[in-house]
């Protein structure tokens, strides 16, 4: 169609929207294995700080498009044990989370620091921020917030995310205020 009538509004929605499902059925795909519970993915030691400096750079253009500034404190060389594929996942659904619901003219910070146990991420948002009786359930399968019930998803993301961290024997907590911004923290066991 664009090798026709050159790149327009229409062209750009539908690349957009077919980049939208490829990730969802990526996603569903993740949780149809991880479900599974007898597939076994390679592991392999994984240079978190290289990774991140991959993943974080797809995030700056949505982010600038609504005037959100990124702020990033990542140690060098901190390494983690897993599935490449399952830590660019989890770091992609926290971000876009991140992104998604933070309004325009907020921040968000992430921070990755080695500890002596556990290897801490944290991502912090000044986004709508979760009611403290909704912290519970917004890791359940197909939850969805009602009040952005009009977002793009079908609330697995979080659930998915979880679901990685527990295969790494790690866990993932969130703490937020309504209308100040939530702070995702997650622990993956440390490599020694």
């Known amino acids: 169609m664009e090798l026709h009538n050159g790149e327009n509004k229409w062209s750009r929605n539908i690349r957009e929207q077919t980049i939208r499902l490829n990730g969802l059925m990526q996603n569903l795909l993740a949780l149809a294995k ?25 995030f700056y253009e949505p982010a600038s498009l609504k005037e959100i500034i990124i702020q990033e404190n990542i140690q060098p060389d901190i390494i983690v044990h ?3 594929d399952n830590m660019i996942r989890l770091i992609t659904i926290l971000m876009d989370n ?32 979760i009611p403290l009786e909704r912290h519970g359930t917004i890791f359940n399968r197909f939850y969805r917030e009602p009040e952005v019930a009009d977002q793009d998803g079908v609330g697995i993301g979080l659930y998915l995310a979880r679901g990685i961290i527990m295969k790494e024997r790690g866990f993932i907590e969130v ?17 020694q």
């Open 98 to 129: 991140a992104v998604k619901y933070t309004e325009s003219g907020g921040f968000i910070w992430i921070s990755v620091e080695q500890g002596e146990i556990f290897t801490k991420i944290s991502i912090k948002d000044t986004g709508k921020g």
């Open 175 to 191: 703490r937020s205020i309504t209308g100040k911004g939530s702070t995702f923290y997650v622990n993956l066991p440390a490599v």
């Open 82 to 84: 897993g599935n490449r």
């Open 34 to 58: 991880m479900d599974e519970g007898g597939v076994k993915l390679p592991s392999s030691d994984i240079l978190l700080s290289s990774l991140l400096e991959e993943i974080l750079p797809s």
